[in-house]
């Protein structure tokens, strides 16, 4: 179960979070098939996934992502935060993982969020540390370039990005506490 999992947490911002260490390919494509297997509405799963794999390739789409928020004042935290050595695009990760869908299917937004936290879940048990991407997403909405980098078929749209590697941070046997969820039962 997860709460077995070995728990590994970032360093602090301002230092690289993850080493530079890649994840093997076949880890990372054995955590998308599994993935695929999320629920989806009717089983369309009309969802797909970028891998940008590669400390190079991530730094690439880093640089041309704080290029553009630049260049036209989005997001201007990204570029003043990096210029004091806080990466908090990438943090540092060397693989990122962009889930997208076409803005036309049944759920465009939920289907890659379920199917990326299926992810989420299988990478952590295979000892990867991960962290969501919200920014990448902001920028990709922004600017269409970003997203014919990623790959993204005309129409489609970045739903949700997952940072991905091995963590440079501590090891912890158990994941945070959380209280118990206060539902309301009918019945």
């Keep these: 179960p997860l709460r077995d999992c070995v728990w590994i947490l970032p360093q602090p ?3 690289p979070w993850y080493s530079d260490r890649l994840p093997p390919r076949a880890l990372i494509q054995s955590a998308l098939n599994t993935a695929n297997y999320a629920p989806s509405g009717k089983n369309q ?5 970028t891998v ?31 210029a004091r050595g806080t990466d908090l695009l990438t943090c540092g990760a060397p693989c990122m ?8 299917c049944l759920n ?4 890659p969020a379920v199917s990326m ?11 990867l540390s991960t962290c969501w991407g919200g ?3 902001q920028v990709s909405d922004r600017f269409p370039n970003i997203r014919e980098t990623l790959g993204l078929e005309e129409g489609c749209r970045v739903r949700c990005a997952l940072m991905v590697g091995y963590a440079k941070g501590e090891r912890y046997l158990r994941p ?3 209280p118990d969820v206060e539902a309301i039962w009918l019945g």
């Design 13 to 15: 911002c301002g230092k």
């Design 52 to 82: 940008v794999w590669g400390a190079e390739q991530v730094r690439q789409l880093r640089d041309q992502c704080l290029a553009l928020c630049a260049e036209y004042g989005e997001a201007p935290e990204l570029n003043k935060l990096m």
């Design 176 to 178: 945070v506490w959380r």
């Design 45 to 49: 799963r009309t969802y797909r996934f």
């Design 108 to 111: 465009p937004v939920l289907d």
């Design 135 to 137: 920014y990448l997403r």
């Design 97 to 104: 993982i962009v889930a997208w869908s076409p803005e036309d």
């Design 117 to 127: 936290a299926q992810l989420e879940l299988v990478l952590v048990r295979a000892g």
